[in-house]
């Protein structure tokens, strides 16, 4: 196969063959229990993404935060040593 026909997808005719074996499988009363837990583990998983991007912008802001205070003490670094080097008789 190419990378074409695999970045196609699935077409109706698939799932539903998919689907036949998923019944067979598991049978009609456990299908319920299989979709609860099914809905269940892809909203932990979109909770635990949605958290990860919190704690990333989390630590980015920090991350810019440290880095206005280092900028600002070195701004200030730089104009004490200007009035040092302002006094000093040549």
Do not use: C, H, W
Request: hydrophobic share 40%; no cysteine.
């Amino acid at each position: 196969m190419n990378e074409t026909t695999l970045a196609i997808g699935f077409g109706t005719q698939e799932l539903l063959i998919i689907l036949l074996i998923v019944f067979v499988l598991f049978g009609a009363s456990r299908l319920p229990q299989l979709a609860k837990a099914l809905g269940q583990s892809k909203r932990a998983f979109k909770d635990g993404l949605d958290e990860a991007d919190d704690e990333a912008r989390i630590a980015e802001a920090k991350r810019r935060e440290r880095l206005r205070a280092a900028e600002s003490t070195l701004r200030e670094d730089e104009l004490s040593a200007d009035k040092y080097t302002a006094d000093k008789p040549r």
